[in-house]
DNA sequence: TATTGTTATACTCTATAACTATA
DNA sequence: TATAGTTATAGAGTATAACAATA
């Protein structure tokens, strides 16, 4: 009983914005920390990525260089990342996060982390494998770099 | 080879905000249309519950009165919603969606889900199948009103 | 007094357009 | 000329605080 394609990605668009949406509020919950969910994705991103350009981030996360620059912009004025010059090419920059972003990002993923585990915990484990399964592939389906440029 | 909880709770918080920014894209991109996820949610809610409040769709998607007010505004502005008085309780207000209103959702809602549905083609069928189930079962964990009041 | 909603204010996210600096 | 990034400007999403109207 395989429903069709558009009923597959109706449920996905049912379903990923409440699930977006709950992450959201409960990251805003957590006021101390407060990282919204793009601020933490560049954070996670450039730490894994240590020197990163801000064309790099943008492109990853598929936002505009403008856009990014302005996220980047904030997390410099909390002191969460730094942005140094790029030795070889004067015009690129060098993104990196700095001992405190790496405490907060560690704090905000770990109760992120708890506050979805603890939402799961309540679902038996062999729906939980399909979760996990489901993941897999719909990460390789939306894989990062899937920003389309504009024809503009 | 179950993993543990913590492993299914990072595998979400790494696929959803991903796919959630693929589809704002897409939405994006689509400019004669142009509704953003919350207006998009907004509209399909208050088009399935004729004559809601403004409190039970704010509830709806988790989000506080004045944020679902400033909204409304918005789609009001853009004729695609209306607001009347409710005639057994002046306090409260109706919300309804207009023929224009109806229309551009009815768009929104075949275009971006073409879209989805694209996406999804080169997936194998139970591949497909696992993720249908996957979503169902994360619709009932992060159920709406989901929302926790805050204590202040 | 409790409920429903709006207004005022303030940030963040995001885009496009226009610009600067470097290659 | 092409690439990397910033600044200017603007609209939407979101929150808290303060308020008005109705029950």
């Known amino acids: 009983m395989t429903g069709d394609l558009e009923e597959s990605a109706r449920k996905l668009l049912e379903v990923v914005p409440?699930?977006?949406?709950?992450?959201?509020?409960?990251?805003?919950r957590r006021r101390s920390l407060d990282l919204t969910v793009p601020q933490f994705r560049a954070l996670a991103f450039v730490n894994r990525n240590?020197?990163?350009?801000?064309?790099?981030?943008?492109?990853?996360?598929?936002l505009t260089p403008?856009?990014?620059?302005?996220?980047?912009?904030g997390l410099i004025e909390r002191g969460l990342m730094a942005r140094e010059?790029?030795?070889?090419?004067?015009?690129?920059?060098?993104?990196?996060?700095?001992?405190?972003?790496?405490?907060?990002?560690?704090a905000s993923t770990q109760g992120t982390l708890s506050y979805l585990a603890d939402k799961l915990s309540g679902v038996e484990a062999d729906k939980r494998e399909v979760i996990d399964k489901a993941m897999e592939t719909l990460r390789t389906v939306f894989a990062t770099g899937t920003r389309k440029r504009e024809v503009t």
Do not use: K, N, Y
């Not at 409440?18 to 805003?28: F, H, N, T």
């Not at 070889?88 to 996060?97: M, P």
């Open 18 to 28: 409440i699930i977006m949406q709950d992450i959201r509020s409960e990251m805003r």
């Open 50 to 62: 240590e020197g990163s350009s801000l064309w790099e981030v943008a492109f990853h996360m598929g």
């Open 66 to 73: 403008p856009s990014m620059s302005r996220l980047v912009d």
């Open 85 to 106: 010059d790029h030795p070889a090419d004067r015009r690129r920059v060098r993104l990196t996060v700095t001992d405190h972003g790496l405490a907060i990002l560690g």
